[in-house]
């Protein structure tokens, strides 16, 4: 069984940092395609940042996180990082990782591109 377990989140100052980490079970292969989204009260969720393989690995980012946010993945493939610097109150939100299951994708920002989710970890920037 595919799990997707997140860990790191909680309460950090304006202009903190903190990281999260995602790491994947139940498969014996790494994922080509998996990423961070997040969902802020009332708002829809949205895409932050996503590594890919595309003969490399590439970290593909939201405008509003781009050089503050680092998506990384460890040696395995199977755990999924965000490294979050000069965190804002604007960030605070439910931080969900997710994975692709297939070889290919369409387009990395879309939810629907995603087969496997966490449950989420609360990120509260305090201002």
């Known amino acids: 069984q595919v799990q997707l377990v997140e860990s790191g989140g909680g309460l950090v100052h304006d202009g903190g940092s903190m990281r999260l980490s995602c790491a994947a079970s139940?498969?014996?292969?790494?994922?080509?395609?998996m990423a961070w989204f997040r969902q802020a009260p009332g708002k829809e969720r949205e895409f932050v940042a996503g590594?890919?393989?595309?003969?490399?690995?590439?970290?593909y980012y939201q405008d509003s996180v781009k050089g503050r946010f680092s998506a990384s993945k460890d040696n395995t493939g199977n755990i999924l990082y965000l490294q979050m610097n000069s965190l804002k109150p604007e960030d605070t939100a439910v931080y969900y990782c997710?994975?692709?299951?297939?070889?290919?994708?369409?387009?990395?920002?879309?939810?629907?591109?995603?087969?496997?989710w966490g449950q989420g970890t609360q990120v509260t920037v305090s201002s």
């Open positions: 139940g498969r014996s292969f790494t994922y080509n395609l």
């Open positions: 997710a994975a692709n299951a297939g070889i290919h994708y369409s387009d990395y920002r879309f939810e629907d591109e995603y087969d496997y």
């Open positions: 590594v890919a393989w595309s003969g490399g690995w590439t970290s």
